[in-house]
């Protein structure tokens, strides 16, 4: 069953419509070229039947409109652009169709011949399926081709970044290590050193020279905070290095078992440069509330990856709230990320990832499907995050990515996993 628009008279209409509702067609009529034009963005007819006979019905530009490729920018009117065009005329007005560029599909002469009518109007239909079926095919084959390049670059970069990791943990690992033995050494030298001045009461005037020059005590009393602020930060790089070596970690293993809460903290260590204050900005707060999960069974990094995306999207939009805000509101906004997570049941988790972004829109989550982040990712960087993490997540590891806004209170993305993969 196909979706009809006619635009004609009622002459015509009831003409057409006996023809059509016997064929079990979803069936709508307008009476003039502005309401035609209208109801088609509205409807997203299959095909759309156009008396170009009378003069109060402007065909040619309906058919430009409709088939304009200015109209283009949203899914619905790509869908429209496709529509199945086929146009009523007299003998007379053959000529003139002919010459015009207007995009015609085809055109019936009048009056109508019923079996012609309906010939021409199912093989328009089954050509434009076919159609329809070969560029959802090429798109396929695209994105087939497109998934193979990413996972093979994800993969390279994968390698790359825990190699790098690794060549960096080795020496700091050396550091680290050292350190307590020097802590360890300078403390017995400052002892030592007390001592010395314990019982040189009278030392000679060279000793009470270099002491003055080097100020001692002070010198005594910041040494081991330096040993223990090198231990700090020579600390805090290996965290590092042990968050990036866990977060691009290689899957050829296969499923494993992992501890969720671990992926997403070495996700927010990562992102963790673009939380400070920034001109204009204040801090993003993040607040977790992690429930008890069981460790899932699936592909680790590439669930980090999921993660990574979604976390830095919010980011992002609370970074586009703070820029449209006026700089009085601005100062007052407190931006917030909000992750928690929780046990469905016996079978599966979910991960819900919320921001405060004042500026959100319902159009990402009243469209949100695979279909909607294919048509779309090449347009924003970060529909191209969600687009990789939809894949990830659904296709993958079998579970689902919801997506629910509200304007003025924010997004919330809700991410289901399996406990296990079979």
Not at 49 to 57: E, K
Not at 61 to 72: F, G, H, N, P
Not at 106 to 127: H, N, S, T, Y
Not at 396 to 416: A, D, M, N, V, Y
Request: glycine letters at 4%; a negative charge.
């Amino acid at each position: 069953m196909a979706k009809i628009l006619t635009i004609a008279d009622s002459v015509t209409w009831e003409v057409v419509q006996e023809l059509l509702e016997k064929e079990g067609h979803q069936l709508k009529v307008a009476s003039d070229g502005k309401d035609g034009f209208d109801m088609a963005r509205e409807f997203s007819p299959d095909a759309i039947v156009c008396d170009g006979t009378l003069p109060q019905i402007h065909w040619l530009e309906v058919c430009r409109l409709v088939k304009a490729d200015s109209l283009r920018d949203s899914f619905a009117s790509r869908e429209l652009s496709t529509g199945y065009f086929l146009l009523l005329i007299t003998p007379e007005q053959f000529a003139e169709v002919q010459e015009l560029d207007a995009r015609v599909d085809d055109f019936v002469l009048k009056p109508i011949v019923k079996q012609e009518f309906l010939g021409r109007l199912r093989a328009g239909l089954r050509e434009r399926e076919l159609r329809l079926e070969l560029a959802r095919t090429q798109q396929e084959l695209q994105l087939s081709r497109d998934r193979s390049l990413e996972s093979e670059k994800m993969s390279n970069l994968g390698e790359l970044v825990s190699g790098i990791a690794h060549e960096i943990n080795n020496p700091i690992t050396f550091i680290y290590s050292n350190l307590t033995h020097v802590q360890s050494y300078a403390t017995d030298l400052i002892e030592l050193l007390r001592l010395y001045q314990k019982q040189l009461v009278n030392p000679d005037a060279e000793i009470m020279q270099k002491q003055q020059d080097m100020d001692v005590e002070f010198l005594l009393d910041d040494l081991l905070k330096i040993v223990s602020s090198m231990r700090t930060g020579s600390d805090r790089i290996r965290q590092i290095i042990l968050s990036v070596q866990d977060f691009s970690r290689s899957d050829r293993s296969g499923w494993q078992l992992f501890d969720i809460s671990d992926g997403l903290e070495n996700t927010l260590l990562l992102l963790q440069h673009r939380l400070p204050a920034r001109e204009g900005r204040r801090d993003i707060k993040v607040m977790k509330e992690y429930g008890n999960l069981p460790q899932v069974e699936c592909y680790a990094g590439q669930l980090n990856q999921a993660f990574l995306n979604v976390i830095d999207r919010a980011i992002d939009a609370l970074e586009k709230s703070s820029q449209e805000l006026e700089e009085s509101e601005s100062v007052k906004f407190k931006p917030v990320i909000l992750i928690s997570t929780h046990v469905i049941d016996g079978q599966r988790i979910a991960i819900e990832i919320a921001d405060n972004d004042l500026a959100t829109s319902e159009d990402i989550a009243a469209q949100f499907s695979d279909q909607f982040l294919r048509e779309t990712a090449a347009e924003s960087s970060s529909l191209f995050g969600l687009a990789i993490s939809y894949r990830i997540i659904v296709e993958q590891h079998k579970g689902e990515l919801k997506c629910f806004s509200e304007p003025g209170k924010g997004t919330k993305f809700r991410i289901e996993i399996p406990l296990r993969h079979s």
